[in-house]
Nanobody, 123 residues
Framework: EVQLVDSGGGLVQAGGSLRLSCTAS????????IGWFRQAPGKEREGVSA????????YYENSTKGRFTISSDNAKNTVYLQMDNLIPGDTAVYYC????????????????WGQGTQVTVSA
């Protein structure tokens, strides 16, 4: 069974940092792209960052470039999203997701989703 477990959210002040983790099981990790998406209240789910696990190629949404860093630990089947210099606009539920294709931030290409972790950034 394919499973993604995301964690690491919390409450942080503006300018602070959080590291999200996504641990995968039930599939060949190296064959997948792992993406991070977020959904704020009343808004559509949007792509934040993604990584092609096989070669480590990263993708970033424009507003997160220079602040967020995605990485993978293939031995642990885990992808991390380091989020620095957080702003209130980053407040959302963050989901990790898996895609068998090189999907970048194309949400519809992701077929397996984690349960979500809440990130709240106070002003």
């Amino acid at each position: 069974e394919v499973q993604l477990v995301d964690s690491g959210g919390g409450l942080v002040q503006a300018g602070g940092s959080l590291r999200l983790s996504c641990t995968a099981s039930g599939f060949i990790f190296d064959d997948y792209n792992i993406g991070w998406f977020r959904q704020a209240p009343g808004k559509e789910r949007e792509g934040v960052s993604a990584i092609a696990v096989k070669d480590g190629h990263p993708y970033y949404e424009n507003s997160t470039k220079g602040r967020f860093t995605i990485s993978s630990d293939n031995a642990k089947n885990t992808v991390y999203l380091q989020m620095d210099n957080l702003i209130p606009g980053d407040t959302a539920v963050y989901y990790c997701a898996g895609s068998i294709v090189d999907a970048g931030l194309r949400k519809r290409a992701y077929t397996n989703w984690g349960q979500g972790t809440q990130v709240t950034v106070s002003a």
